[in-house]
């Protein structure tokens, strides 16, 4: 058996105007997933008296568009369509699948079902037609009974603690393959399958699965109060952790979750603060200022006291005292700005300067007979021959030649 488009049928002249039954949902309510169709006869029709669960060869199938229509014969699948149009069933064909917007997954999942089975006759058969609610699914609310622990992490100021927060929102999700929930989830069922019957266990599962997802989150150092604008990040995180039990077992998917802003407890947003202050304060700029407004609130404390004039002005000097750390640390900072680069450990040194020499010790360039640094006497140059070593014994008056091998005497 097998669907074929109601136009190329018409065309072919096989079937046209012969419809034995009419099947056809209406708009599927946004609280229902799975509807059994019925058929649908006029007073003209010539099949009226037809069996429930069977289908007449020839019958006419329509298909809206947020919808996918399956066809179970003896309790197994064996059509699938999901693009909207008109469809004739034709007994003569073979099973077809019409993927419309689920794309290759669906089809792959009909192709492991395999051959249908048939009876020889009439008798003994099965056959129903089922339309599933492929739209997006909306307005499920969540919310965490008790706090997640989430990482917070930031490589810039070394930040990485653990704590505790507690979220609320609403997500959706949706039929992605209409086989894998009819095979898992809801079966043959007589009328309708409502969300309510399936929802409780969805929420459980999604928030179970809200603490890997954030442990993901984290990893991209995005903090508590960032999270409601990753909704995409979140939304792929949270699809990877229910792959198992909604996509590869239910066939259901995550579409979108928008949160409401996270709450943190008191002690963990102080903690938070309090490292983020201590890291701005590693720049000795950022410390002096914090330091020098610090002197300027104990100045203005200081003038303002009425009562105690002389212990405020003790104050104030002791304020006054402190400031020498704030300049310290300004002059820290400046120097820090200013320094130049640091010259090339591999690079050659520098020649000195016309009369000047550089310390053995320390490397202090200095012009008399000791170190200006560390007080090191000037080292002693002694002239030699280049040939035979010969030092003569007066250092100011050298030789033209040497006098031991007559070589030119140029040490």
């Known amino acids: 058996m097998g669907l074929i488009r109601a136009a190329q049928g018409a065309v072919a002249g096989n079937l046209a105007d012969q419809w034995k039954e009419f099947f056809y949902c209406e708009s599927i309510d946004k609280d229902i997933m799975v509807v059994k169709g019925e058929k649908r006869t006029g007073s003209r029709s010539s099949n009226t008296k037809a069996s429930d ?85 909306v307005d499920n609310k969540f919310g965490t009974p008790s706090p997640i ?72 150092e995005i903090r508590p109060n960032q999270i409601a604008a990753h909704a995409t990040e979140l939304s792929d995180a949270m699809n990877a952790e229910l792959s198992a039990k909604w996509s590869e077992l239910r066939g259901l998917e995550v579409v ?13 947003q102080e903690t938070i603060k309090q490292m983020q202050r201590a890291a701005a304060l590693r720049d000795p700029n950022m410390a002096g200022a914090n330091i020098a407004m610090a002197q300027a609130d104990a100045m203005r404390t200081a003038a303002a006291n009425e009562g105690g004039a002389m212990n405020g002005f003790i104050g104030m000097g002791m304020a006054m005292n402190a400031g020498g750390s704030a300049a310290n640390l300004f002059a820290m900072g400046n120097q820090a700005g200013q320094q130049p680069p640091q010259a090339n450990p591999q690079a050659a040194p520098a020649a000195p300067a016309a009369g000047t020499w550089f310390c053995p010790q320390c490397g202090q360039q200095s012009a008399g007979n000791f170190c200006t640094n560390c007080g090191t006497a000037k080292p002693v140059s002694v002239a030699k021959c280049a040939n035979c070593g010969y030092q003569p014994a007066d250092q100011n008056n050298l030789p033209k030649f040497c006098p031991e091998c007559g070589k030119p005497f140029n040490g």
């Open 53 to 137: 669960n069977i289908i007449s060869n020839g019958s006419g199938i329509a298909v809206a568009d947020g919808q996918c229509m399956i066809i179970v014969e003896q309790g197994k699948v064996v059509e699938v369509c999901a693009e909207p149009g008109e469809f004739t069933y034709d007994s003569s064909t073979e099973p077809s699948i019409f993927a419309g917007s689920l794309g290759e997954s669906i089809k792959e999942t009909f192709k492991n079902i395999g051959r249908r089975f048939t009876y020889g006759g009439d008798t003994g058969k099965d056959q129903r037609v089922y339309y599933f609610n492929t739209k997006e699914l």
């Open 149 to 220: 622990p989430f990482r917070v992490v930031d490589s810039k100021i070394g930040l990485d603690i653990d704590v505790s927060v507690r979220c609320s929102g609403i997500y959706s999700y949706k039929i992605v393959d209409p086989i894998l929930f009819y095979t898992n989830v809801c079966g043959n069922v007589e009328s309708e399958y409502k969300r309510e019957e399936l929802d409780q266990q969805l929420k459980t599962e999604f928030i179970s699965a809200l603490q890997p997802a954030f442990a993901k989150m984290s990893e991209l």
């Open 256 to 268: 979108s979750i928008a949160m409401n802003p996270i709450t943190l407890p008191e002690e963990d």
